[in-house]
């Protein structure tokens, strides 16, 4: 089974890619895309996923996911939020009801 760890490496990943060379990294070319189309691509990637959970297809839900996860962490990098920005919020937020925190902030 993943652990958080699993979600580390894949951050690390993409650090250590981002100075690579766009034509033989897919990661370099995301990022030197902007944050623009990092965003794009990942509103892509999530609509996939929801399109697999209707249908009811827990593998290719699984793959999509995995896709989800790496194209949200394309666009935090492509716009200098770290992976440890988003835990800190998580565990800022832990505790308390979600309908509280949502109510919170207006939503």
């Known amino acids: 089974m993943a652990d958080r760890h699993s979600?580390?490496?894949l951050w690390e990943t993409i650090e250590a890619r981002r100075d690579a060379d766009p034509e033989t990294s897919w990661t370099a070319r995301?990022?030197?895309?902007?944050?623009?189309k990092?965003?794009?691509?990942f509103g892509?990637?999530?609509?996939e996923a929801v399109i697999?959970?209707?249908?009811?297809?827990s593998?290719?839900?699984?793959?999509e996911g995995a896709d989800v996860l790496y194209?949200?962490?394309?666009?935090l990098a492509a716009r200098g939020v770290t992976l440890d920005d988003v835990m800190r919020e998580l565990d800022r937020r832990e505790g308390t009801s979600g309908l509280v925190?949502?109510?919170?902030r207006g939503g």
């Open 7 to 9: 979600i580390d490496r």
């Open 44 to 47: 892509e990637e999530a609509i």
């Open 71 to 75: 194209h949200f962490c394309i666009m």
């Open 101 to 104: 925190e949502k109510a919170s």
């Open 38 to 41: 990092c965003a794009e691509k």
């Open 59 to 63: 593998e290719a839900l699984a793959r």
């Open 52 to 57: 697999e959970a209707v249908k009811g297809d």
């Open 30 to 36: 995301l990022l030197s895309l902007g944050p623009e």
